[in-house]
Structure formats: structure tokens, C-alpha cells
T-cell receptor, first 119, second 111 residues
Framework: EPEVTQTPSHQVTQMGQEVILRCVPI?????FYWYRQILGQKVEFLVS????????KSEIFDDQFSVERPDGSNFTLKIRSTKLEDSAMYFC?????????????????FGSGTQLSVL | QQQVKQSPQSLIVQKGGISIINCAYE??????FPWYQQFPGKGPALLIA?????SEKKEGRFTISFNKSAKQFSLHIMDSQPGDSATYFC??????????FGQGTTLQVKP
């Protein structure tokens, strides 16, 4: 089965530093997402990206966050000035649907995540 | 309301038993209800999904029951196996493509 690849698997940074989390979505997919999961809590939506622009973002996704698809294969999440509360597992996800609505049993493929620790 | 409420938080079941996880929602605009399974160190993976025009969907040992009037849906795992031990998340989407996840249920199936 195709996979979403995320790097690095672990990232440790100092508060106030910038981090870039990288993802390679599945090659023919059109919709891309970032989610995060604070330890022991639910998976939370951050942002969706389609046709080279943000299609939706959550309240968590403030001005400190940005996403980019620089070269047609990578999909990055940048946090400009990290805070302690940004510590979480960040998941990239992609799906191949031609419509923003899910087809029945359409899979949203998640990567294995990047564990971000802000010290 | 954008929340999906999930219960129980944790569940212990004997091998061969039935595991039942429940979810409730408020937003009638939700039109797609998937269940995801997550093993430690991995991202969530789609298990089974249902639309509100169907009251039940079964795939192998996994069944979703959907009650549109009560705005509730549940996952039943029949003949639970130790390999089913994982965290299960229900989710819903309000026509925009983003998934709103429940809090998760940690299932332990004892041999």
C-alpha cells in the first residue's frame, strides 16, 4: 500500500526557534492535511491544502504556522517561533479524491508522524 | 457544534468477546463517519466508514451502527483478538474534508 512519508521522526527544539516538518504525500493525491496529537489526547485538525492554497484552517493554525508545497512532491509545515504548547506529534495526511467530500471508504492516509518536543 | 464525543476512554475485553465503542455528535451537517485505528508510534489508519443514509455497515468482524435521529454511532468488534489492541478514534466530517476526531478509546484485548 502507498505511504505518506514524514521526516524527521523526532525533532527537539528550543522555545522561540523555527521548525520545519516535512512530508511526502502519496504521489497522485490532491488533498493534503496537517493534524496534531498532544500526548494522550485526540487527533486535531490543523490545516487542509488543495490546489496550492489553504482550503481550511483551524483556530490552532495561527500566524506562527504556515504550509507550503514547494516542489510538487514535498508538503511542509513551518512553525515560526515555537512555544512549549506546540509539543505534540504532528501527522501529515493525504487523499486522492477529486472532491472535498469523501467518497465512501475513501482513505485519508496518515504518515507515521513527527514527534516535536519544544524545550 | 463541531465536537464528537467518544466513550469509553478505555476498554478491556477478553479474547473472543465483543468490543463496543460509542460516539455522539451534534452537528447535523456531518455526512461521513469513519473509524480509525491507531497503533503506538503510527498514524491513524482507516478501519471502516459509514454515511448517515445507512443504519449499519459490516466489514468482517467490524460493524458500525448508526442512529441518525439520536446522532450516535458505534463500533462493534466481534470476536475481539489481542491484535485488535489499539486506540480507536471515531470521526466525522462536515462537508469540508477535514476530520473531527473523538477523544479516542484505548482497547486492550486479553488473551
Amino acid at each position: 500500500e502507498p505511504e505518506v512519508t514524514q521526516t524527521p521522526s523526532h525533532q527537539v527544539t528550543q522555545m522561540g526557534q523555527e521548525v520545519i516538518l516535512r512530508c511526502v504525500p502519496i504521489s497522485n493525491h490532491l488533498y493534503f492535511y496537517w493534524y496534531r496529537q498532544i500526548l494522550g489526547q485526540k487527533v486535531e485538525f490543523l490545516v487542509s491544502f488543495y490546489n496550492n492554497e489553504i482550503s481550511e484552517k483551524s483556530e490552532i493554525f495561527d500566524d506562527q504556522f504556515s504550509v507550503e508545497r514547494p516542489d510538487g512532491s514535498n508538503f511542509t509545515l513551518k512553525i515560526r517561533s515555537t512555544k512549549l504548547e506546540d509539543s505534540a506529534m504532528y501527522f501529515c495526511a493525504s487523499r486522492g479524491g477529486r472532491d472535498r467530500h469523501y467518497a465512501t471508504n475513501e482513505k485519508l492516509f496518515f504518515g507515521s508522524g513527527t514527534q516535536l518536543s519544544v524545550l | 457544534q463541531q465536537q464528537v464525543k467518544q466513550s469509553p476512554q478505555s476498554l478491556i475485553v477478553q479474547k473472543g468477546g465483543i468490543s463496543i465503542i460509542n460516539c455522539a455528535y451534534e452537528n447535523t451537517a456531518f455526512d461521513y463517519f469513519p473509524w480509525y485505528q491507531q497503533f503506538p508510534g503510527k498514524g491513524p489508519a482507516l478501519l471502516i466508514a459509514i454515511r448517515p443514509d445507512v443504519s449499519e455497515k459490516k466489514e468482517g468482524r467490524f460493524t458500525i451502527s448508526f442512529n441518525k435521529s439520536a446522532k450516535q454511532f458505534s463500533l462493534h468488534i466481534m470476536d475481539s483478538q489481542p491484535g485488535d489492541s489499539a486506540t480507536y478514534f471515531c470521526a466525522a466530517t462536515p462537508n469540508t474534508g477535514k476530520l473531527i476526531f473523538g477523544q479516542g478509546t484505548t482497547l486492550q484485548v486479553k488473551p
